[in-house]
């Protein structure tokens, strides 16, 4: 027996002892093939899928190696079926590869002759392909593919099993001269790091915790491509604070950079654009797509990937020959459609965990706190006769709610505070009763950033805010944020929202994030999982009765 | 050897010594039930076709080749056997030992002969066969027939050859039959008039055995043939084959109580046929993280282990559940454990390699199947395990060559039947490393202890390679505890009452949840039981939002009460029901007050109704409602299959049933030595079969009364040849020709003296 810190379970988890001597070491070997699954105090979780084996392959790591990692640190004998499995795997990817031909354009090359058989054989890829030629290597098979299906093809050979290599390369683009104006701060390292992966790797994702960022490492890869930009952002108040960052933090002036959306329809040398723009359909089109060849785009940046609509993603497809780049906090998707993620955006190039950045001093801690109060018996009576669909609305918006979130905010003076939630009634009600201002869908741009720029300022201290707050607003003086309701159980939702408490503190502050459920109700079920996400993430709770809260 | 020959089969067994007829009759079962009567009928049945076929099988091909020799010479010493096979004397006569112990040939006075049957059972070209027709009765010396064969021209030897490799006979077309070898005119003349071809009716001519012999250098082969194929082998260090076969014993171990006790609450129905569905079957394998071959095999050997039986649901379906043996085997240790399953397995004729096949008329085989069995199956296990067991310390089958070179070797070793030996054999080397009795191809060091019948060292010896259980778990925050290696099996099974099992393998990660705790109530338990016991299997705190979960649960629980009724009694008058309550003679009927206004009763509604009358109050039925049943999920236990209550009583109804079986041949024996001669005239229908038959294997003519069409009885002088199918097929001495006689009209068989 082997005494080391990773036990392998025969349904593909890896369970790593964080308290082992060899821990630290036994993450950094199978980081790069392995999902970090959960990571609560004691034991973290990883999982082998064929994404991460493939992303491991495409980062230019072989099955040896991760046999020989698993076999080194494993306490107890490693499956020999699970070893078969991850060689078998790995060895899947690549042996397709995507190329430019100089006289067919773009080819699907194999040495393997069987497995190209397999794939052409296919119904999914017959219309994407076309005649075969030779491709003047020996003992190597090509067809050539249909320009415009590069990212369909690759969709499609994940799906069967058998991801291509895209080889093919991008095109420059149209250049723009972009610099990074670092004469006030530095680039982070971990920044700089990101940057570099993903510009070495061509295209692919970065996922970075909330506030560790993110908007640097898209400027860092602009100032490397030094062309024109497409950023697509979720909404206008991100695509200001994207193009206020921007400024500030490179070469370009306001002028260069145009905002496209709902309201504003600038194409400049960088142009942000936000997905619902994109995605508008009107008489069966998308009248708004023509964006996308405006210009000879040299780079397109994706900012939290993991909410791409499904229409954004059929356009990506066709925009293979263009450097994309991912930018998210997680990589879980509600819709499991991580597979699309990968094929059309492209492997994950840099991943760092959430608790090492806070352990850096990058982010800030945070205090997690389930309140549960308790439904008076009327309101229980009226959600147990409820509709369904009624119910979870019933239960997040009880009146007793306000009362503690009052209590809360009572018990907090002088932190800055946000409180966020779904439903507008019970956001109505929460205003008037703290007295406080409302950031709702209705509330004009120009009233929000008003707003927002109040609350940065230290101007107004409480904040009620709709989930219209929940990406990418940067407010880094939050330090408390209380939750009364959310999108039912969202995993990446309850990590957004934590995010925004985490921007850096002065003083090392440590931030509060309250939730506030009712007891024995969907919504308590609800907040369950949205909390075993957080603990998960290595954020222990504390879980506290209504009454108990200010004593 | 003339000497001490026998005049006829029943004579030597006769003379055989208990031992060695108990040895006969254990190798050949078959010849023991049912008992013969006397060593003149175990003679005859050892000499049937279908008994002979059977011994046959258990010969490996040398002494195949040692009996076809025989077959061939007709009737020789032993030092004249061991001349004519290309092997090593010594292992000659240890074959031909073997053959006469087996009664496949007997000694004669003439010395070693095969049984008349055993020739028509090695047809040519069956495994072990020379090809070679018998020697002709009037063969000359081999030296004259080689003084021939140099005399030959090129062209007639060129033909011999090709006649002898063509498989020893020809036509001889145009040829002369009868010719003088200086008249020869062709190859083939030349040949027929030296008799190294012999006509054989027709124009058919046969290469009699004397020249096939001599064409092949004075032996029935031209190849030695005592030689086993060798097994192609590779080095591996043996601690790590035994640290991977202990690994894959308690996976096996591990899933088969899994499986046992997903069934328990959740039985798969057995088909009417007798099986487990194919997606029953598929389904286990997703939930056990194997293959479907290997999930087949591990329910067939929990049934062979006499963990798992059919039974009725409650809903009266067949299923197969659970039986009680598996508690008292969860209860042992892994190693224990591991050695019920891999004896059941051993012994085992179960066939799971089959599943998921197809039979010849394409049904799917399931697994569970009662025909999935097969006799030869125990034999082929043993013996590729022995192979494995031969191998030398260090060396394991070869990659890729390995297992073809095992079956090789055993096709050497029985080479006969059955046809599926070499699947039989693959299956085998599978199974055995998914039990962890081998892996890489070497068969662990356990493994072999237990091989040589020392269970209990075998189980020693595992123990000391299996992970040590752990006596802890460590607690998350995310509600989970891990347990970092093999649970205590009784901590495990507390465990797994308070928190659901989310991951396993060498550790398990279990998974609290409201509905976990409350099923922890439901058993008894209580929220300071849980707390406690939380409290103490952690190495580390109890996380927060744990103990939350169990007091929050603890809160709920029982809010609501249920209970057993037969029937209720309400009236708006409570002070009629406190009478009635409190009436001396309403003791019996089990009242019970549970609101002001309402009584419940645990006497049936026919029985309480008549009694209530009794009592001078006048009960109108309300309604025809139903009562509640409130019943926990129990477990489901089949009663234990009866031949696994005990595995060393069938060892021993075996030697008591052999040891039965040779008294009453004895028995018989002594009643026909003691009966006065005339008596056997008259003979049973056995004792004429069986004189029949001793006067084949002897050659000797007998005396039969023989009632023909017409009812005539006549007495004729025969020579028996065969005796098959019900009809003797004998020379008639009287029509002096070969003829047949119905058995059945056979009155009377009286032996002839040699000289009469």
Not at chain 1, 459 to 475: H, M, P, R, T
Not at chain 2, 160 to 176: I, K
Not at chain 2, 332 to 348: F, H, K, M, Q
Not at chain 2, 458 to 463: D, I, R, V, Y
């Amino acid at each position: 027996m082997n005494d080391g810190p990773l036990i392998v379970q025969s349904d593909k988890t890896l369970l790593l002892e964080v308290d082992h001597e060899r821990a630290d070491d036994c993450r950094k070997a199978i980081a790069p093939f392995a999902e970090l699954e959960r990571s609560p105090e004691h034991i973290h979780t990883y999982r082998l899928t064929p994404l991460g084996l493939w992303n491991a392959r495409a980062a230019g790591h072989d099955a040896e190696q991760v046999v020989d990692t698993l076999l080194e640190y494993s306490r107890y004998a490693v499956p020999h079926a699970l070893l078969v499995d991850v060689a078998e795997t790995m060895a899947r990817y690549g042996r397709l590869r995507l190329e430019k031909h100089p006289i067919h354009g773009l080819v699907l090359v194999s040495n393997d002759r069987p497995v190209l058989e397999e794939v052409l054989r296919a119904k999914k890829v017959a219309g994407m392909i076309g005649e075969r030629i030779d491709p003047a290597l020996p003992d190597h098979w090509a067809v050539v593919v249909h320009g415009s299906e590069r990212g369909n093809l690759k969709q499609a050979l994940l799906k069967l099993g058998w991801p291509a290599e895209d080889y093919a390369g991008y095109v420059d683009g149209e250049a723009h001269p972009i610099f990074l104006d670092e004469s006030e701060w530095q680039l982070r390292s971990y920044q700089r790091e990101a940057a570099d992966s993903f510009w070495h790797g061509g295209s692919g994702v970065v996922v970075l915790p909330c506030g560790a960022g993110k908007t640097l490492v898209g400027a860092a890869a602009m100032a490397e491509a030094k062309a024109t930009t497409l950023i697509l952002v979720t909404n206008t108040v991100s695509a200001r604070q994207w193009k206020d960052e921007l400024v500030r933090r490179t070469t370009l002036t306001a002028d260069e950079i145009g905002e496209y959306s709902g309201s504003v329809k600038e194409i400049r040398p960088v142009t942000i654009a936000t997905y619902q723009v994109l995605t508008t359909k009107r008489k069966g089109v998308y009248p708004h797509l023509e964006l996308l060849d405006a210009r000879d785009w040299g780079l397109i940046v994706y900012d939290e990937v993991h909410l791409l609509p499904a229409p954004i993603f059929r356009m990506t497809a066709d925009l293979q020959a263009r450097r994309r780049l991912g930018l998210t906090a997680t990589l879980v998707r509600e819709d499991g459609r991580e597979g699309d993620v990968f094929s059309l955006i492209g492997p994950k190039r840099y991943d760092a965990p959430w608790k090492d950045i806070e352990a850096q001093g990058w982010i800030a801690p945070a205090d997690c706190v389930e309140v549960r109060v308790t439904l008076p018996s009327s309101e229980r009576l009226t959600y147990a006769t409820a509709e369904p669909e009624e119910r979870y609305r019933l239960a997040s918006c009880t009146h007793h709610k306000i009362s503690v979130v009052e209590s809360l905010v009572a018990s907090h003076p002088g932190q800055p505070t946000l409180v966020i939630g779904q439903y507008i009634e019970q956001l109505d009600e929460l205003a008037a009763a703290l007295d406080a201002p409302v950031i709702k869908g209705e509330t004009s741009v120009k009233e929000r950033q008003r707003l927002f720029d109040a609350f940065r300022s230290g101007e107004v201290g409480l904040l009620v805010v709709s989930k219209v707050a929940n990406f990418s607003i940067d407010l880094p003086s939050a330090e408390v944020a209380i939750q009364v309701s959310g999108s039912y159980g969202s995993r990446q939702e309850e990590a957004q929202r934590l995010g925004r408490l985490l921007r850096p503190k002065s003083e090392g502050k440590t931030a509060h994030f309250y939730t506030i459920v009712s007891r024995d109700t969907v919504d308590a079920d609800f907040a369950a999982n949205r909390q075993r996400f957080l603990a998960e993430q290595g954020y222990a709770y504390r879980i506290v009765d209504a009454e108990d809260v200010g004593a | 050897m003339a000497t001490t020959g026998h005049r006829t089969l029943a004579d030597q067994l006769r003379s055989w010594s208990d031992e060695r007829l108990s040895r006969l009759l254990r190798e050949r079962p078959d010849l023991a039930t049912p008992a013969p009567h006397d060593s003149g009928q175990l003679a005859s049945r050892a000499a049937t076709r279908s008994s002979v076929l059977r011994a046959l099988d258990q010969l490996t091909r040398f002494e195949l080749c040692v009996l076809d020799a025989l077959v061939v010479v007709g009737q020789t010493s032993r030092e004249g056997l061991a001349e004519v096979v290309r092997a090593t004397p010594s292992a000659v006569l240890e074959a031909a030992d073997r053959l006469v112990d087996l009664v496949l040939a007997w000694e004669s006075t003439q010395g070693l002969r095969p049984l008349s049957t055993v020739a028509e059972a090695l047809p040519p070209g069956s495994p072990g066969t020379s090809g070679l027709h018998p020697v002709s009765p009037e063969a000359p010396a081999p030296a004259v027939v080689r003084r021939m064969l140099d005399e030959l021209s090129p062209a007639a030897r060129g033909l011999l050859d090709h006649v002898l490799a063509s498989g020893g006979t020809a036509t001889s077309g145009t040829a002369r039959q009868t010719v003088l070898p200086e008249d020869a005119e062709t190859p083939a003349e030349e040949l027929l008039a030296r008799r190294l071809l012999l006509p054989r009716g027709g124009a058919g001519v046969v290469l009699p055995g004397e020249v096939g012999i001599a064409l092949r250098g004075g032996r029935t082969t031209a190849d030695p043939v005592d030689e086993p194929p060798a097994v192609a082998t590779s080095a591996r260090e043996p601690s790590l084959v035994d640290r991977a076969a202990a690994g894959a014993a308690f996976e096996a171990v591990r899933r088969v109580e899994l499986v046992l006790d997903q069934w328990g609450l959740h039985p798969p129905t057995a088909l009417r046929s007798g099986g487990l569905g194919v997606r029953d079957l598929r389904a286990t394998a997703v939930d056990l993280h194997v293959d479907e071959p290997t999930a087949a095999l591990l329910v067939e050997v929990a049934s062979a282990a006499g963990l798992l039986s059919t039974a009725a649901a409650p809903d009266g379906t067949p299923c197969w559940i659970p039986t009680d043996a598996f508690d008292r085997w969860t209860a042992a240790p892994t190693a224990e454990r591991w050695l019920t399953l891999v004896r059941a397995w051993l012994d085992s004729p179960r066939m799971s390699g089959l599943v998921g096949g197809r039979d010849p008329a394409g049904k799917v085989w399931n697994a569970l199947a009662p025909e999935l069995a097969s006799p030869h199956q125990v034999e082929a296990r043993r013996m590729a395990l022995d192979a494995l067991r031969t191998l030398p310390v260090g060396e394991v089958l070869a990659t890729g060559t390995g297992v073809p070179s095992v079956v090789a070797q055993l096709e050497w070793r029985r080479p006969r039947r059955p046809r599926t030996r070499a699947d039989q054999v693959v299956w085998a080397l599978d199974e055995a490393t998914a039990l962890g009795v081998s892996a890489l191809g070497g068969l662990a060091s356990y493994a072999a202890t237990l091989l040589d019948d020392r269970g209990d060292d075998a189980a020693a010896a595992l123990a000391a390679l299996l992970p040590p259980p752990v006596d802890h778990v460590l607690l998350q925050a995310d509600l989970t505890a891990i347990a970092p290696g093999p649970l205590e099996s009784q901590l495990a099974r507390r465990l797994q009452l308070v928190a659901d099992v989310e991951s396993r393998g060498g550790a398990t990660v279990y998974r609290f949840t409201p509905e976990s705790v409350r099923r922890a109530f439901d058993t008894g338990w209580t929220a300071a039981e849980v707390h406690d016991f939380v409290g103490s299997v952690s190495r580390t705190p109890v996380p927060q939002p744990l103990s939350y979960l169990v007091d929050d649960t603890a809160r709920t629980f029982g809010t609501i009460r249920v209970g057993h009724a037969e029937a209720f009694l309400r009236a708006d008058d409570d002070t009629a029901l406190t009478e009635l309550l409190h009436h001396p003679k309403a003791g019996t009927l089990g009242l019970r007050r549970i609101a002001p206004t309402v009584l419940v009763s645990s006497t049936p509604l026919d029985v309480l109704l008549p009694r209530l009358r009794d009592l001078g109050v006048a009960p109108v039925v309300e309604a025809a409602y139903g009562t509640v049943h409130v019943a926990r999920p129990d477990l489901l236990r089949a009663r234990t299959p009866k031949e696994q209550r005990g595995r060393s009583v069938a060892a021993a109804r075996e030697t008591a049933r052999v040891a039965q079986v040779v008294t009453a041949i004895r028995a018989g024996d002594r009643a026909e030595s003691g009966r006065p001669a005339q008596a056997t005239t008259t003979l049973s229908p056995s004792g004429s079969m069986a004189a029949l038959r001793e006067a084949i294997e002897a050659g000797e003519s007998v005396l039969i009364g023989y009632v023909d069409n017409h009812g005539t009885s006549t007495d004729r002088l025969v020579d028996p040849v065969a005796l098959e199918g019900g009809t003797l097929t004998a020379h008639d001495h009287r029509s002096d020709d070969t003829r047949t006689f119905a058995v059945h009209r056979i009155t009377t068989v009286r032996a002839v003296p040699a000289d009469a």
